[in-house]
Each structure stands twice: as structure tokens, then as C-alpha cells.
């Protein structure tokens, strides 16, 4: 069965750093795009960022997060990350890696990213 687990979460003053991980498991990694997302208490879960499972289209961000975020993979470590940058407090929320397959999108259980000084 298809298995996402995040880490890498935590708090952090703002204008820092943090990468998260997402370890995938029971599906064929390579064949599919791959997303974070995030929700913050009292909202509704929002993309932060997705990439191609080809090099055919380049990673896509929400516009907060342009120039401050990055997404990438590995397709041998069956991991995706997301490299955070600049981080504010407006970016603390739960974070979440998702997959689209076979009509129906999975979930991590989440890390939790704290902005705060």
C-alpha cells in the first residue's frame, strides 16, 4: 500500500531554514508527480509546491513561496524534499507530501513547521 512519511519539521526564527523529507513507499516512485502541501490551524489544506515526474515540465510553486522554496526528488531514494528558505511566520502551518495515483490522493501524516521567534 502507498506509504508517505515527512520529517525534517520544526521550529525555526524567522529568516531561516528547513528542508523536509517525504519517504515514499508501495508505488512506483518514478512514475509520478509528486506535491507538498500545508495547512495552517483554522485553514483549508493548500499546494505549496509539485514536480513533474519528467523533466518535460519544470517544478511549480504557489506565489508566496517563489524564491524561497524548493522542490526536488530522488527517484533511487524514493524521497522527495522541500528545501525551505527565508522562512515566515505567515509559512507555519502543518506540512504535507502527496501523491495522485489510481484516482485517489494519498497523505503523509504531516510535520509540523513553527515559525517564531
Known amino acids: 500500500q502507498v506509504q508517505l512519511v515527512e520529517s525534517g519539521g520544526g521550529l525555526v526564527q524567522p529568516g531561516g531554514s528547513l528542508r523536509l523529507s517525504c519517504a515514499a513507499s508501495?508505488?512506483?516512485?518514478?512514475?509520478?508527480?509528486m506535491s507538498w502541501y500545508r495547512q495552517a490551524p483554522g485553514k483549508e489544506r493548500d499546494l505549496v509546491a509539485l514536480?513533474?515526474?519528467?523533466?518535460?515540465?519544470?517544478?511549480d510553486y504557489v506565489d508566496s513561496v517563489k524564491g524561497r522554496f524548493t522542490i526536488s526528488r530522488d527517484n533511487v531514494k524514493n524521497t522527495v524534499y522541500l528545501q525551505m528558505n527565508s522562512l515566515k511566520p505567515e509559512d507555519t502551518a502543518v506540512y504535507y507530501c502527496?501523491?495522485?495515483?489510481?484516482?485517489?490522493?494519498?497523505w503523509g501524516p504531516g510535520t509540523q513547521v513553527t515559525v517564531s521567534s
Open positions: 508501495g508505488f512506483t516512485f518514478s512514475d509520478y508527480p
Open positions: 514536480i513533474s515526474n519528467t523533466l518535460a515540465h519544470p517544478p
Open positions: 502527496s501523491v495522485y495515483r489510481s484516482r485517489v490522493r494519498y
